[in-house]
Structure formats: C-alpha cells, structure tokens
C-alpha cells in the first residue's frame, strides 16, 4: 500500500522527504521493483554524522534499499553532506531547498518518539539542525550496519514536518505497539516528538497488526 501511494504520489510530481531504517524497507522493494519515481522530489529527511562510507548512513540505505534498484529513480534527489566544514550551513542549505515545498512527508518513527533525528525534548518549532542522538537511536543505528556509532546527526526539524502537506507515519512490529498508542492516543507533547503529529490536519497511519497491537 505505501508503495503504491508513494507511486502515485510521484506520478503527481510530489515532492516528498522519505525515512530510512528497517521500517519502510519492504515498501521500498516493492516500489524499486515496480515503481516509477522519475515525476518526483525526494529529500532524505535524515542523516546520521558518519564517514561517507558507513554502511548505516541514510544516504547509503536509501540508495541500498531503494534508488539503486530503481529505473526510474526521483528527477531531484537532496541529501546531507555531513562532510560540510560547517554543518550548521549544511543545515540552512538543506531548510532553504524544503522550506514549505513539502507534499508529503514520510516518517519512521524511534522507540523513543523521535521523527526523523527530533529525540524527546525537541521543540516544535525546530527547523533543519545537528542535533545529539540519545542512546536508544545510536543502539538502533548499529543494527543498520557495521561501523562507528554516531553520535550527532541532521534532520528537518518537527516544524519543517508540520509544515508539510500531508504526513505519512510508517510503523511496524511488536517493539513499535507501545510508542504508537502513546504517541497517538496520548497527551500531546515534545517528550513524545511524535505526538505531535495528532495537530497535524493531513496525518496518515501505516501501521502493520503488530504495531497496531496497542491501539
Ligand atoms: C532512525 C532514522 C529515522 C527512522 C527511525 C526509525 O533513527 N534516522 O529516519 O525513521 O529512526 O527507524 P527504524 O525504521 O529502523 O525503526
């Protein structure tokens, strides 16, 4: 299904910034394998603060599980250099480029609530900034693959989020229940960044049964 709709979206022209991580791994097979992303502009929502040849970068699974497999892959790809003298600029480049321009917005989300690299505590004013990872998400980035741990990263900020069109929340497995009943059926809040998205007028849940489990 999120293939599909990630298909149509592009056939649109929609310009969106897609998640990484294990969660929306099985739609990008069925969308490498059958789908047309050449209409649309795809930003990394993202990235993690490690040597460009780390197997657990973004930018390496994106291409990895996605672009790579593709024919037909986004017209305009953006991506974070994180090799950047001044990763604050890097930052700024990235906001102006998505500054209210996104249709969609495709989010994981952490066990912790974070979207996008916005752990607990992020405002939700925040925009496109280096932010410090909390532990759960540097255990999480081990499992992407070998190589140092990160211990800061860059991602659009929750406003950048809010801002967009129409946000769609991706999650699945048993260890993302309890995070997704919180984070939907709780009190709104920055300890659960996700939370936030129940303000959203245009929110869309993808959730597998065991992820929903809670709900
Ligand atoms: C990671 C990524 C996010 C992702 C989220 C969930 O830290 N940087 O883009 O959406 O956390 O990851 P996963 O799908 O592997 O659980």
Redesign the pocket.
Known sequence: MVADRLNDAAAGGATMCL???????QAYAHLAAHGDLSGSTVFL????VLPDDSPAR?DSMLHRDLLNRMTHPPKRLETWDTNAPDLAAECARMEDAVNGVLDVAV?????NG????NEPGSPVASRSRVVE?HQS?QA??T??GSGPIPEL?V?FGLADIMDASTVWL????T??AAIIADALTGPIGIAIPASVLQDHPQLEVFLDPEAASRL
Do not use: N
């Not at 929502?45 to 993690?48: C, H, I, N």
């Open positions: 998640p990484t991580g294990s969660t929306p791994r929502l993202d990235e993690f973004c989010l994981g989300i952490g066990t974070h979207l996008g690299l990872l998400t999480a980035s499992t992407y990263g991602t991706l999650a699945t497995g260890h993302k």
